[in-house]
């Protein structure tokens, strides 16, 4: 597999000088970041961009392991007859107009297979938008030349998805928001070969992908699927599409995939320690904050100090928290004693700690400071939920928070509200701290518990994965 | 209770020319938007900011009919005392120190109620954060200035709530990011007299409230409470905090508040017609969405259309639009016609709508115009869900496709995806055009369910509230 993401050179068949054709974008993204050798391929050009072109795959010379094709569906089989000729190892075949388009297209992917058979030579797709590498700046894909606004956001979280929008569109919203990074985004389509669990069992074993998610309709082999995940010693989240009927009719269309019973498929997932979302940001964030927190300890993590500004908002905690299966940490009378010290004595201090009448007496760097230490050294408490107001501020810095934390041994969670840009600056100042925070209450409890209960899985496995 | 919302003159016990006081901010907020007379109160000053400043609220001169009052708590019933005397209609205690802090606090909040007994004087608070009318520039609050930062962004709706930070922190955070207006944001606090059902009468007769949100800690009078939602002709949306037990606990240290039965109450607030939220954002965007579409005709609207570029998000649409007992319309076959005109040949079209082939033949503007079109025109289609992907192309116009469907009467739910920036311009454009439109998708359906539900009520009710 390692031709697909560390090829020697790369062919991108079907490679066009016309800035709107995306045999025109896959040229310009391979040549952003890759630094192998590049051969467009397309009868029509002699050069494209100043780069010689080639009229035929054929006549690419060396060093070339991978073809990108982007031709029209019928074009497809030839030239794949042609890649393997030339000694190709694999390629990603980007054009639609397979078994997602009906009968006449599901024969040309069965001819499709039948080269592969023949010939041995591995097939990403048809029908995709192949790969996106943000470490190694790879995009061997047809996405719009937006994701290189802000330069390539590099994370632990790889991504399989069945869904050209989750590696293009998708991937420029999560590129552009910058609070959260990725390792690799692979777009698999048809499935034609190389399927989720190919990539599953790559990334698995990936030193550059700390948590692996996927966007699915379909899965191929559902025992090797949930093998795979059962000995990851990495997080897997899944998002199922088509568990519903009219979604599932869909998805047959797009995919040309048929999901499986939902039931059935959720409890296995489930007892493989997946961690199954429900929708695409849902997703992402679920992913950042595993990939924060692959695991922790203890692992049987459960009672949660919750520091906030507002009554309100530690109430909706408590609530959130409680209909997650956690607990609202009951505070050690030392810890107790030591909030009491900034908060004004007609206020007794409890779980959640509201942090505004302390703020008023002391300020916001002291009153955060000293109830994050109170907190951290509890031993009742097992994990913090923290809210923070910006905006009307200087700029808030958690990093001697986050310090803090690390030394005792307890994850941080945070929700951030206030001005809307003052809020995104929060954001990224707290992805550099490797700690997840959320514009939304809710998402902030859901992403904890999702965290937790990873760690409760290899809590039953032995503490080993 | 006009004199709280229309006060002829406001005098402001406790105003401070010390720039960090609560007492400060207040006056400067509503020295920033109030056109009747302001008197700071403050036997300290003989003046603040060149704004002549009285030792006594005896000594204010008319126009005056309301104080707020912003004084330590053990000096609140002498001042309530004096309001009285002078002949005030209504006071906003915003200092805290009442029921909220202990059996002290309990004894002093009920001497306020005993001098209201008294003499006739209306309370609001204590331990609130008072009013902000966005319509008419009253802030009567000490909410920090960053709250005007691009003036206060009007709408259609009105908050109750029992939390200082909603009103503050929360309605800066709504204001910066300006994808949804505000009326009126009432805090109550501790409702010593003034409540919720007070508020909600007041708001259910206000011409400028189309949508009234409330957080609620406890419910006062739970019959009157629901008898007023039951006559209203306004869609009202509840967020119960202190749901769970640790949360309840917490409640009543917060507002000194106790919630009842939540099951029961849930299910009387569903008869009468409340939309209950779980979350404090995903509350407002169910009330915005509410704003936007009060009451949908067809009352029993179901069948959505969905139009989207991206298969996978057709997909999860579909899932959840099931999930929340929605239907994925049945497009008829003259609408199917109509779409295949703008589609390849090898693509059959059905609901959801995969535009990305259309868009690839026809461009963007003339695929969504004509799909927008065959749905506006297909009887067997009651809404639409659209998607758009934004950045990397000119701007997104929209007015053209929300015309049409005003035109064929059929409510609008968007979710946009794509560049951070664009994303958000593209919500402001949406505001605009009061469509509304989410950054994620099960949010997106949620609301829209939300939305159809209050028309079902409306119809079951005989199609007049």
Not at 126 to 151: Q, R
Not at 255 to 281: M, P, Q, R, W
Request: glycine share 10%.
């Amino acid at each position: 597999m390692d031709f697909f993401f560390k090829p020697k050179g790369v062919a991108i068949i079907g490679a066009s000088a016309n800035p709107v054709k995306g045999g025109h974008f896959i040229l310009n993204n391979v040549l952003k970041g890759f630094n192998g050798g590049i051969y467009p391929v397309n009868p029509g050009y002699q050069e494209i961009n100043g780069i010689k072109c080639y009229p035929s795959v054929l006549e690419v010379p060396d060093p070339v392991d991978l073809a990108i094709i982007f031709v029209p569906a019928r074009m497809v089989p030839g030239v794949l007859q042609e890649c393997a000729q030339r000694g190709l190892k694999g390629v990603m075949i980007e054009s639609g107009g397979f078994a997602e388009t009906g009968e006449q297209g599901k024969q040309l992917q069965k001819s499709l297979d039948q080269i592969r058979k023949d010939t041995g030579i591995r097939i990403w797709g048809p029908n995709c938008m192949g790969l996106v590498d943000a470490v190694h700046n790879l995009v061997f894909s047809f996405v719009l030349p937006a994701i290189w606004d802000k330069g390539l956001q590099t994370g632990r979280v790889s991504l399989v998805v069945q869904s050209g929008m989750l590696s293009a569109g998708f991937l420029i919203d999560i590129m552009s928001n910058g609070i959260m990074g990725i390792s690799k985004a692979c777009s698999i389509g048809n499935k034609a070969d190389i399927n989720e669990c190919d990539l599953l069992e790559y990334l698995i074993d990936d030193p550059e992908t700390g948590v692996i998610g996927l966007y699915l309709e379909s899965i191929a082999d559902g025992r090797r699927f949930i093998d795979l995940c059962r000995s990851s010693a990495k997080p897997i989240v899944v998002l199922r599409g088509g568990k519903s009927r009219k979604g599932a009719e869909a998805a047959l269309s797009h995919t040309a995939s048929l999901a499986g019973n939902g039931a059935v498929i959720s409890g296995a997932l489930a007892t493989a320690g997946v961690v199954e979302a429900y929708d695409f940001k849902q997703m992402m964030d679920v992913c950042r904050s595993l990939a924060n927190y692959p695991q922790i300890s203890p692992e049987d993590c459960r009672r949660v100090g919750i520091l906030t500004m507002s009554g309100a908002a530690g109430i909706l905690s408590a609530d959130f928290i409680e209909a997650h299966g956690l607990s609202v940490a009951r505070l050690s009378p030392a810890t107790v004693e030591k909030l009491q010290e900034i908060f004004p004595e007609w206020m007794p201090v409890s779980n959640p700690v509201d942090l505004w009448p302390a703020v008023e007496l002391n300020g916001r760097k002291k009153a955060y400071r000293h109830s994050f230490q109170a907190l951290c050294d509890d031993a009742e408490v097992d994990a913090i939920l923290f809210h923070v107001f910006v905006g009307g501020h200087a700029a808030a810095d958690i990093s001697a928070l986050v310090e803090m934390a690390r030394q005792a041994n307890k994850p941080l969670f945070g929700w951030v509200m206030g001005r809307r840009e003052d809020a995104h600056k929060f954001q990224l100042h707290a992805r550099e701290q490797e700690i997840p925070v959320f514009g939304e209450l809710y998402r902030a409890v859901e992403c904890m518990a999702a965290v937790f209960k990873r760690s409760r899985y290899i809590l039953r496995k032995g503490g080993k994965l």
